[in-house]
């Protein structure tokens, strides 16, 4: 069993639609959670860092983190075609920061 | 602040060549990571340095790939004798204070 589990999909949603993607993950000693979004054939690009439990919005984003149930979320509202990429969670514990990513979820925002 | 850069941005190779790729972190990030991504998953920890020192290797890491990062600041990550199933897009990411890392635009790497 994979240390992140994050569901591949594809999902495919109309402009103007709220996307909601998520990850479980095993690991209790993860303490930062973040969302990268990845472009065809570019690295990631980090849009959303959370420590801990709790929630974190920023523009048309929202993170939530629940660590009691192991789960985090990325909610994006009013969809646009330029948010269509490959959403990946990443977390890290505190010693040396290196990630474990889920395998992404790639997302289609319908014109 | 010009962002983690990589170079080559593309590379083939034959199997049983070595390739040796580049990665300039963002200017005085002392941790600079490694990692390899393959096709529809998420990338992989290969290995890290904080400042010159290689803290942790990952088991992924094999004998024929070594990583240097020489007086602290650009890294470079070499595969000897290349297998096609090293074909992937390694990445590099650079970390400062904060908790975050900032990736580079990968080297893709196809061996034939």
């Known amino acids: 069993q994979k240390e992140v589990e994050q569901d591949p999909g594809p999902l495919s949603v109309p402009e103007g639609a709220i996307v909601s993607l998520n990850c479980t993950y095993s690991?209790?000693?993860?303490?930062?959670f973040m969302w990268y979004r990845q472009y065809s054939r570019k690295g990631p690009e980090l849009l959303m860092y959370?420590?801990?439990?709790g929630n974190k919005e920023d523009g048309r984003f929202t993170a939530q983190v629940d660590k009691s149930s192991k789960y985090i979320s990325l909610f994006i509202r009013d969809s646009q075609p330029s948010d269509s990429a490959t959403y990946l969670c990443a977390m890290s514990r505190s010693n040396d920061y290196k990630l474990s990513f889920g395998a992404g979820t790639t997302v289609t925002v319908r014109a | 602040d010009t962002g983690v850069s990589q170079d080559p941005r593309h590379k083939i190779t034959k199997r049983g060549q070595n390739v040796t790729f580049r990665c300039d972190p963002i200017s005085e990030h002392n941790r600079l990571y490694w990692y390899r991504q393959t096709l529809g998953q998420g990338p992989e920890f290969l290995t890290y340095?904080?400042?010159?020192?290689?803290?942790?290797k990952s088991r992924l890491l094999s004998d024929r790939f070594s990583a240097e990062r020489p007086k602290g600041s650009f890294s470079t990550l070499e595969i000897q004798r290349t297998e096609q199933g090293d074909s992937a897009m390694y990445l590099c990411?650079?970390?400062?204070?904060?908790?975050?890392?900032?990736f580079g635009p990968g080297t893709r790497l196809l061996v034939l």
């Open positions: 340095f904080q400042n010159e020192a290689q803290l942790e």
């Open positions: 990411a650079s970390k400062g204070h904060q908790e975050t890392q900032y």
């Open positions: 959370t420590y801990s439990s």
């Open positions: 690991n209790s000693a993860f303490q930062y």
